[in-house]
């Protein structure tokens, strides 16, 4: 089975030009999550979806950053404009949401860099 | 609100020896827990989890955690540390009363570096 599947692998580009990061998740899962990993902050959620639905954004860190998922096989993160204090690896997982104790499975990241 | 700790950044530990890296969780009812590696340039993956039943669990690579409910710990062990379990190592809860389906709260991670 594939796993999660993230691109690009690597991100390097001027502040404030528009990043768009993209994920596929697992087939036949139904949650999708996007982190963001720093050596300050740690693993940080930044928005859930279940079904294709934000359930939560409350840890997108501001308007600059909006994620869609417009179908349950593909979802994009997009900062716009992006800063240098974005510069942190993004990890997108996702998990079958019909029990409520699946683990969730984790892509390999895009480490995005702005300069 | 859930929440998970790992009281240590980082643990040091000679190849051969037994290992630990601990967890201890907040949740209001019952908690689902997992422990997930991170080694690097990679994505976390998932090592093993508890949900219910025996307290201890097993896991890939010879890992395994024990569930203690009164001490609110799932301490992640290992009989004999191998120089390739150097890596990352999360802890995550889930589960519990109002919690949303499927999300997990993690841990800041530790670091364990086995020695040769």
């Known amino acids: 089975d594939a796993g999660v599947i993230q691109s690009p692998r690597h991100e390097v580009t001027e502040m404030g030009q528009e990043v768009t990061l993209r994920c596929k998740p697992i087939?036949?899962?139904?949650?999708l999550f996007w982190y963001r990993q720093t050596m300050m902050r740690g693993l940080e959620l930044l928005i859930y979806?279940?079904?294709?639905?934000?359930?939560?954004d409350s840890g997108m860190p501001e308007d600059r950053f909006s994620a869609k998922m417009p179908n349950a096989s593909f979802s994009t993160l997009k900062i716009q404009p992006s800063e240098p204090r974005d510069s942190a690896v993004y990890f997108c997982?996702?998990?079958?949401?019909?029990?409520?104790?699946?683990?969730?499975?984790f892509g390999d990241g895009t480490r995005l860099s702005i300069l | 609100a859930q929440s998970v700790a790992q009281p240590e950044d980082q643990v040091n530990v000679a190849e051969g020896n037994p290992l630990t890296v601990k967890c201890t969780y907040s949740?209001?009812?019952?908690?689902?827990l997992f422990w997930y590696v991170q080694y690097p340039n990679r994505g976390l993956q998932f090592l093993l989890k508890?949900?219910?039943?025996?307290?201890l669990v097993k896991g890939s690579y010879g890992f395994e955690a024990e569930f203690n409910k009164s001490q609110t710990s799932f301490h992640l062990k290992k009989p004999s540390a191998l120089v390739s379990d150097s890596a990352l190592y999360f802890c995550?809860?889930?589960?519990?009363?109002?919690?949303?389906?499927?999300?997990?709260?993690f841990g800041r991670g530790t670091q364990l570096t086995v020695w040769p």
């Open positions: 997982a996702s998990s079958s949401r019909t029990e409520r104790n699946q683990p969730q499975h």
């Open positions: 087939s036949g899962h139904n949650s």
């Open positions: 979806f279940n079904n294709n639905v934000p359930i939560d």
């Open positions: 949740v209001s009812g019952n908690p689902y």
């Open positions: 508890y949900i219910t039943g025996d307290n």
């Open positions: 995550a809860v889930g589960g519990g009363r109002g919690s949303t389906l499927g999300r997990l709260y």
